[in-house]
Nanobody, 121 residues
Framework: VQLVESGGGLVQAGGSLRLSCAASGRTSMGWFRQAPGKERDFVAA????????YYADSVKGRFAISRDNAKNTVYLQMSRLTPEDTAVYYC???????????????????WGQGTQVTVSS
């Protein structure tokens, strides 16, 4: 499975961005992020069908993960962004799950190259 992220950039605090991840296959997908000097953290995940989603507490109510299976693309709509959301965002694929999704990065086998999101104050 190959993954290609897009949509990152610079935005002011309170603004919005939408990230996209084009995949070569259809699997359970997740978004993770890594801020400078910090470990990579889970952000959101979506099951293969899109019927199940899972969010980190820090983004719940602000971010929304979705997918268009006809286009093999997963999206992360980010709203009410804060400087603390600044990070490199990675999408990842978990081919082992059919109906659920995971917040554990060890379950994800395939990773994109990452896209930078910078939120200015």
């Amino acid at each position: 499975v190959q993954l290609v992220e897009s949509g990152g950039g610079l935005v002011q605090a309170g603004g919005s961005l939408r990230l996209s991840c084009a995949a070569s296959g259809r699997t359970s997908m997740g978004w993770f992020r890594q801020a400078p000097g910090k470990e990579r953290d889970f952000v959101a995940a979506i099951s293969r069908s899109g019927s199940n989603t899972y969010y980190a507490d820090s983004v719940k109510g602000r971010f929304a993960i979705s997918r268009d299976n006809a286009k093999n693309t997963v999206y992360l709509q980010m709203s009410r962004l804060t400087p603390e959301d600044t990070a490199v965002y990675y999408c990842a694929a978990d081919p082992s799950r059919l109906y659920t999704c995971s917040n554990n990065e060890r379950d994800y086998v395939y990773w994109g190259q990452g896209t930078q999101v910078t939120v200015s104050s």
